[in-house]
């Protein structure tokens, strides 16, 4: 597991977990205009992708969105995006893909949830603005 310093090396040691996720070039050309809305640079995804997925995790209704997440990509418009994730991010993943399976019999994968999040924040995103 990777390690990550807090800023300028000051501070504890946060464990860093890196994943991959699947999504469709659509989803992840949004993600790019949203980080440009936010004023933040391409190289910041992670640590941007890593506040949404926390702050969606939060929310009770997480695991129901997860399991009515549906993605099916059409050959060659998948992307994978690589990202590194608090261990404690990574850790609430896992929970909420336990409870997705088990309230509601739904299978499902990382790449869900993190879609799951985007989605949401995306939607979140859209309704602010009008």
Do not use: C, N
Request: hydrophobic share 40%.
């Amino acid at each position: 597991m990777a390690v990550k310093k807090r800023a300028f090396g000051l501070g504890q040691e946060e464990p860093v977990v890196r994943t991959s996720i699947r999504m469709s070039q659509a989803m992840a050309d949004d993600i790019g205009r949203s980080l440009e809305k936010s004023g933040r640079k391409s190289r910041e995804r992670s640590t941007w992708l890593s506040s949404i997925i926390e702050e969606f995790i939060a929310d009770d209704e997480a695991p129901e969105l997860v399991a009515e997440e549906f993605y099916e990509s059409p050959r060659g418009s998948s992307v994978t995006l690589s990202l590194s994730l608090r261990s404690a991010v990574d850790q609430a993943i896992s929970g909420v893909l336990e409870k997705t399976s088990a309230q509601y019999g739904a299978a499902k994968d990382r790449s869900s949830v993190v879609r799951a999040a985007v989605m949401a924040h995306l939607l979140q995103q859209g309704a602010s603005q009008t």
